[in-house]
């Protein structure tokens, strides 16, 4: 039973406990003797660790990704929790809970799944509600898309934060869709929920998140759409162009080439999708940052080196980075797969043409152009161009 976590922790405390090694970096102090930075983690957050004394000897015994029970010395430097770690001693798996060492959203699965089901059954298109419950009918992929988070490092990062952010996304497509007219509702919302799906083979998320290797080679973007390319071929009489303006949603949803989209948004429903899910990222990011430092002294967070800039909060705590709320669902199953129903068919409006190019500038929206193309977990680890 884990004794002590993260968030618990206070300056001058002796921390004697386990915790999941995220990281592990050896380095050449300037008086020339050898030093090593520890990421640890457990699920309520991470504090870093420094070894000063018996360095190669340590630092042998052990791995990334591995559980380490250390006995160390608290205290605050430069305005975050440091640990000086005395001993260490390795732990094996077998001798520790994972729950206790991997963050998980604050929304329950069942209630996120009551959520997805009330979502897909209130679909009009029978093709799109076709595809979505062929992908609810699917184990393997609604045991990911509920266990995976949104990103390694930048929004979500925690179990369940893929299924939290597609959610969040798709009530802020609901609403945007209710609010101007000539939105595809349908289309919107399903783009939306399957976004980010690549991200359920992207990342890995066991015992620490990163990528896998077809995440490096291929990246999320590019693997959601052979998923749903592979999903349609099973439905029969699924429109093609439905198919292709679907697909496009998964492409453009990053919306500048420098951010890793392979496309720009180029129809009225891309250009939603991509400002909302940003919206939604930015949110949880910004609010993640802001909760992890709750011993900090004044009214600023420490610099956020990816959004490259230091946020103000007033010197007040604020709530952790909970989800959207979403509308009152009706009570459904958790995320138990469903047996797709065939696609009846039914008159599909005429679709307008979006043929036109958009500016060069796009509808790429960050956080200020800052930003400028660095390589932002957010955004996928690369950065492809067209």
Known sequence: ??????????????????????DKT???????????????????????GRVWDRVDEL?????????????AKASV????????????????EAEVDLADFLPVSERPVAEMGAELAERVAALENPHLKALMEAFMADEEFMSGYAA???????HHVYLGGLLEHSLAVATLADDVSRRYPGIDRDLLIVGALLHDIGKVDELRYERSFDYSDE??????????????????????????????????????????YEYGSPKRPKTLEAVILNFIDDLDSKINGVRGHIAKEP???????SYHRLYDRYFFRDGEPRPAASPVVPAPVVPAPSLAPVAPSPATARPKPAEPNRSKEQPKRGFGFTLGDQLKGKNLDLFGEDQGKE
């Open 77 to 92: 430097y430069l305005g975050k929790m440091q640990l000086v770690i005395q001993e260490l001693t390795p732990v094996p």
């Open 148 to 154: 995976a988070p949104a990103a390694k490092a930048m």
């Open 26 to 48: 050896l380095a050449m102090a300037k008086n020339g003797k050898p030093y090593m930075t520890l990421r640890l983690a457990d699920r309520s957050g991470e504090v870093e």
């Open 295 to 301: 011993d900090r002294d004044g009214s600023w967070t």
């Open 59 to 71: 630092a042998a015994s052990f791995e990334k990704n591995d559980f380490i029970a250390i006995k």
């Open 215 to 256: 995440g490096k080679l291929i990246g999320h973007i590019v693997m959601g759409v052979e998923m749903i390319g592979r999903k349609i071929h099973a439905i029969p009489g699924f429109p093609p162009r439905l198919a292709m303006v679907l697909k496009h949603l998964l492409l453009s949803h990053h919306g500048q």
């Open 1 to 22: 039973m884990k004794n002590i976590f993260v968030t618990q922790i206070k300056e001058r405390d002796w921390v004697d406990g386990v915790f999941l090694v995220g």
